[in-house]
């Protein structure tokens, strides 16, 4: 497995509590369940695996591998990630839509692929790239979204966020 096949889905602080737990700050693709087993990506590029053991009311948490979290709040800046398949696969355990991957057609033409999406807190949004590497990004409403097939995307009326 490469670093490119792992998802970000938040950051830990840089201190550890009384209690043993160090800070959690989720990202916006981050859910609750995705807390299990998880690579930690540290500055230098190292990549360790370890278990998540505990969770308090906060998100804070605490990891099986002590030597590991110290390291980590020593650090300052690692990244909890997991691979992009386990993401698909936890998805589909809760009945939510995959949409990473799924190629976008728009005027019956591929214009490119999902790379991310997230919950705003209203909608789902969907992160498109297209063919010349452009982002740009689509509430996934009835008013964009035309259907959508197992490994396909069909949109409308999205002119105005691919001009910006």
Known sequence: MLISD??????????ISKKGFIPFKEFHNFQQY???????LFTDYRVRYVSIVDIDD???IKLDDKEIMQEAALDGNVQLMLPQEDIERFQQEN??????????YFQQKCIGKVIDSFFNGAQEILEIEDFDGKLFMVPVVEKYLDQMEESKIFLKDIEGFMSL
Not at 6 to 15: E, F, H, P, Q
Not at 34 to 40: H, I, R, S
């Open 6 to 15: 792992l998802v970000a889905i938040g950051k830990l602080g840089k201190s």
């Open 95 to 104: 009945d939510l839509p995959v949409f990473v991957g799924k190629q976008v």
């Open 58 to 60: 906060r998100n804070n």
């Open 34 to 40: 995705y807390l299990q087993d998880v690579f930690l």
